[in-house]
């Protein structure tokens, strides 16, 4: 069994814009290479917004050389970029944007959820690009709930939204550069359940909501993280109480990563480029 490495929780919470109440949970700029093929892990709320006239949410921005995923349990957003694709994600809903060569963006609260106010919680990924794909085209995958496969794991265990890569012959619908498994697993209380991953890889378990304990005894709370160690297979994971977690499954990319605000490239000067081609406009902007 995969015992752990280390354990993460966010230590205090920023705002992005005026929508995202956001704690950094685990990042490349503090972790560095260990937590590769993944750049970060934000998490937004649980957080109560009253209903407004005026949408919340962060506007116009660039990002390139990597993937943001986008990954809502509760509340609804809306999202518009430079490339022309435009979403709307509520509870259980995926965005997958590939910022790649570089792509203009603003994330916001949908109207919808904007009027009647409420509960918003969300998790953001950033998936890093090898070299070889930093340039791609950009790309918007919209993965709804009811897209998702789901695999029941027996009795009253629970079951796994595959949201990214394979887990028991079941192939989920994101399409990615490199060899990654994104899970959404729920758990009932008391219930345990094993799980395999390819060997050699990055693994880490993020609780979203309620406690669990790894197969070494590390207990997992609220908001945590757990870093697993690559070698080995499998892990197990025990429920104290109801439990909803993410794992966080992906082949090491092996390049250096120099990143700087919302661009992250393999060096200084393809970083450089990449803040004149935004201010010379070529990653777009976005319409009224």
């Known amino acids: 069994m995969k015992k752990v490495l280390s354990l993460h929780a966010a230590r ?124 791609s085209p950009p790309r918007y995958q919209e993965l709804l709930d009811r897209q998702i496969p789901s695999v029941a794991l027996g009795g009253d265990v629970g079951s796994v939204r595959i949201i990214a890569g394979t887990l028991r012959g079941i192939t989920g619908r994101a399409q990615t550069f490199t060899p990654i498994n994104l899970w959404d697993l729920r758990l009932m209380a008391g219930a345990a359940t094993e799980l395999t991953v390819p060997s050699g890889c990055t693994t880490a378990l993020f609780v979203v909501r309620g406690e669990v304990v790894l197969a070494d005894g590390c207990t997992v709370r609220e908001a945590e993280l757990a870093l697993l160690e690559p070698a080995g297979e499998r892990f197990r994971v025990e429920a104290r109480e109801k439990a909803t977690v993410l794992v966080l499954n992906g082949q090491p990319i092996d390049e250096p990563v120099v990143g700087h605000g919302p661009f992250v490239m393999n060096t200084q000067a393809e970083i450089d480029q990449a803040i004149a081609d935004y201010r010379g406009g070529k990653m777009g902007h976005l319409g009224a």
């Open 12 to 135: 205090s919470e920023h705002w992005v814009g005026d929508g995202f109440p956001v704690r950094t949970v685990v990042s490349y700029a503090d972790q560095g290479q260990s937590i590769s093929p993944f750049l970060l892990l934000d998490y937004a709320g649980p957080a109560e917004f009253p209903p407004s006239d005026t949408p919340r949410g962060v506007g116009e921005h660039p990002h390139r050389g990597f993937e943001t995923v986008t990954i809502v349990f509760q509340g609804e957003l809306e999202h518009r970029d430079s490339a022309g694709h435009h979403g709307l994600i509520g509870p259980g809903d995926v965005q997958w944007m590939t910022a790649g060569s570089g792509v203009v963006h603003e994330e916001k609260h949908s109207r919808a959820f904007t009027a009647r106010g409420g509960t918003l919680e969300v998790v953001q990924l950033w998936v890093n690009l090898p070299a070889a794909y930093k340039m």
